[in-house]
């Protein structure tokens, strides 16, 4: 189910899909994303995810070219508390392709455990298979859609 669809006048755009049959959010990001599209983006998933209450995040920048956004502070300081709060808890986030690595797998090279778990892919079937997993390990429901209570912590 599409949540909502950012473009940029260079044609690059982050896509914030609800993905029912998996039970989590998506942003698809493509194209040439400068620091300010970024930081649109993740507003864009404050604003617009909020009312899934999901915990599961699948960031999938394997359509991004050249450089990635670089605010890991920015990211931390402004963004997570409110992530938090609308309940994200796992992260599965997804390298570009034409690089292999970005800012948050130069950062964070081993997986992040703590309020919310973060776990650095280079390929989307494995960010996948990941979320699967904590979805199991945690006994989240089968069918949830908009304005579902986030499961215990």
């Not at 599409?2 to 493509?30: H, K, M, P, V, Y």
């Not at 995810?49 to 670089?70: E, I, R």
């Not at 650095?120 to 699967?132: G, N």
Request: net charge negative.
């Amino acid at each position: 189910m599409l949540i909502n669809f950012l473009e940029d006048t260079d044609g690059s755009r982050c896509t914030l899909t609800f993905e029912e049959a998996d039970q989590w959010i998506r942003a698809t990001w493509t194209g040439h994303v400068d620091a300010i599209e970024a930081m649109r983006g993740a507003d864009n998933y404050l604003m617009k995810a909020g009312p899934f209450h999901c915990p599961f995040l699948l960031n999938d920048n394997v359509g991004l070219h050249g450089s990635w956004f670089d605010s890991v502070e920015w990211l931390e300081r402004a963004w997570l508390p409110y992530a938090l709060q609308l309940g994200l808890r796992y992260v599965a986030h997804v390298v570009q392709a034409d690089r292999g690595h970005d800012i948050l797998s130069l950062t964070f090279p081993e997986p992040v455990v703590g309020e919310i778990e973060l776990q650095i892919f280079h390929h989307v079937q494995e960010a996948e298979e990941w979320l699967r997993s904590c979805q199991q390990s945690i006994g989240w429901p089968v069918r949830l859609g908009v304005n579902s209570k986030t499961p215990p912590r």
